[in-house]
C-alpha cells in the first residue's frame, strides 16, 4: 500500500522561501511528482524525481531522497500566484500505472 | 500535446439518480487513463485506470463503476448516487511519465 504524508497547511511571505516536504512509505517506489492545484482547478504538473538528488526549474526545486522515503518542494521568491495546494505522488515499482496522491499542502502567501 | 477534455464542469444530482462523466483525449493514441476523485480539501482518490479499450482496474469497492468503450474515451458510471459520491472528479491521461488532467467536474449530490 501507499502511505503519503505532507503538511496540511503553511504560511510564508511575498518574496520568501518555502520549502514543503513529503514523506511516502509504500510498496515499492518508481518516481516521485509534484503538483500544483489552485482552488476548483485541476492539478499542473510542476517536478518529477526517480534518481536522488535536486531538480532545479527556475523558482521551482525538488528534492528526493529514497533511502529516507523523503522529497521536499521549494518555492523560491514567492510571488501572490503561488498560493495553492501541492500535492506530492507517488509513482508504483510493480505497477507503472498508478499513481499515488497525498493530501496536499496547502500554501498561503501573504504580502 | 495531449489534451484531456471533460465534462460537465458542474453537475448537482438527487440521491438515487444515475450519473455519467465522460472524458475523451486528443493528441495522443492508445493512452492510460484514469478516474480520481478529491472531497473538499483533500488529497486524489484514485479510483480507476485503463491501459486499453475495455480494461478498467478498481483501485477500490464503491458506488461507482467505469467504461472505455473507444481507445480515447472514459466513461464513469453509477446507477444510484450517494451523498457520500460528491466530490471533484478528475480524468487523468499518462504521457511519457506524467499524468496530464482535464479541467475537473464538480458534482453535488443532494
Known amino acids: 500500500g501507499q502511505n503519503i504524508d505532507q503538511p496540511t497547511e503553511m504560511t510564508a511571505t511575498e518574496g520568501a522561501i518555502v520549502q514543503i516536504n513529503c514523506t511516502y512509505q509504500?510498496?515499492?517506489?518508481?518516481?516521485l511528482f509534484w503538483y500544483q492545484q489552485h482552488a476548483g482547478e485541476a492539478p499542473t504538473f510542476l517536478s518529477y524525481n526517480v534518481l536522488d538528488g535536486l531538480e532545479e526549474k527556475g523558482r521551482f526545486s525538488s528534492f528526493l531522497s529514497r533511502s529516507k522515503g523523503y522529497s521536499y518542494l521549494l518555492l523560491k521568491e514567492l510571488q501572490m500566484k503561488d498560493s495553492a495546494s501541492y500535492l506530492c505522488?507517488?509513482?508504483?515499482?510493480?505497477?507503472?500505472?498508478?499513481?499515488?496522491f497525498g493530501s496536499g499542502t496547502k500554501l498561503n502567501v501573504k504580502p | 500535446s495531449q489534451t484531456i477534455h471533460q465534462w460537465p464542469a458542474t453537475l448537482v444530482q438527487p440521491v438515487g439518480s444515475p450519473l455519467s462523466l465522460e472524458c475523451t483525449v486528443e493528441g495522443t493514441s492508445n493512452p492510460n487513463l484514469y478516474w480520481y476523485r478529491q472531497a473538499a480539501g483533500r488529497g486524489l482518490q484514485l479510483l480507476f485506470y485503463s491501459v486499453g479499450i475495455g480494461q478498467i482496474s478498481s483501485e477500490v469497492p464503491q458506488n461507482l463503476s467505469a467504461s472505455r468503450p473507444q481507445d480515447r474515451q472514459f466513461i464513469l458510471s453509477s446507477k444510484k448516487l450517494l451523498l457520500s459520491d460528491s466530490g471533484f472528479y478528475l480524468c487523468a491521461g499518462k504521457l511519457l511519465e506524467k499524468l496530464f488532467f482535464g479541467s475537473g467536474t464538480q458534482l453535488s449530490v443532494l
Open positions: 509504500t510498496s515499492g517506489f518508481n518516481g
Open positions: 505522488a507517488v509513482r508504483g515499482l510493480y505497477n507503472f500505472n498508478k499513481f499515488y
